[in-house]
T-cell receptor
């Protein structure tokens, strides 16, 4: 069965520092991979997605993610974090079939210090 | 930018009562979903809906749950007899073919 692991429950960085949030997946075929962000009390906003092609994908708000098949990973990165990036980040894998339901990781809470 | 709209944003209900959570998906989307997030836990898939029928449902989606698309715009989730453990944030999502899902802001359901 598909699964997603986000090993870091909570990460704290200083504003302006670089960021990498880890995501590992388990899926038998070529996965559809997503990163979503959730601010407190808000819904889930799609940051970026990988379906095929270039393994480095660019998203909104200056985020990027790299698909590494050999490591079953899809880590999210940002070169310089802003205080407004503080939120919960969820990695998800889509099953690629007709329903394409999403399987989510447990999330990583990002705290940004000024 | 098109949005998925959910109402109400917060619903409090007594145990055993029926609740209906409402969603208006993006108009040209064909696939519709309900997910839930119990406080402090991850987002879980409940059900997917395509071509006016359920295409997949999870173990959570038992006989107490049902979904409906009564007209061309609304997509509803009904819980017939709510239990305390149904308290959660419920997210509606929609997508078009070949794209990622767009989520609504959620309905926080509190069962007392």
């Amino acid at each position: 069965a598909q699964s997603v692991t986000q090993p870091d429950i909570h990460i704290t960085v200083s504003e302006g520092a670089s960021l990498e949030l880890r995501c590992n997946y388990s899926y038998g075929a070529t996965p559809y991979l997503f990163w979503y962000v959730q601010s407190p009390g808000q819904g889930l906003q799609l940051l970026l997605k990988y379906f095929s092609g270039d393994t480095l994908v660019q998203g909104i708000k200056g985020f990027e993610a790299e698909f590494k098949r050999s490591q079953s990973s899809f880590n999210l990165r940002k070169p310089s974090v802003h205080w407004s990036d503080a939120a919960e980040y969820f990695c998800a894998v889509g099953d690629g079939l007709n329903t394409d339901k999403l399987i989510f990781g447990t999330g990583t809470r990002l705290q940004v210090f000024p | 930018e098109p949005e998925v709209t959910q109402t109400p944003s917060h619903q409090v209900t007594q145990m055993g009562q029926e609740v209906i959570l409402r969603c208006v998906p993006i108009s040209n989307h064909l696939y519709f979903y309900w997910y839930r997030q119990i406080l402090g836990q991850k987002v879980e898939f409940l059900v997917s809906f395509y071509n006016n029928e359920i295409s997949e449902k999870s173990e959570i989606f038992d006989d107490q749950f049902s979904v409906e698309r009564p007209d061309g715009s609304n997509f509803t989730l009904k819980i017939r007899s709510t239990k305390l453990e149904d308290s959660a944030m419920y997210f509606c999502a929609s997508r078009r073919t070949g794209d990622g899902s767009t989520f609504g802001s959620g309905t926080r359901l509190t069962v007392v």
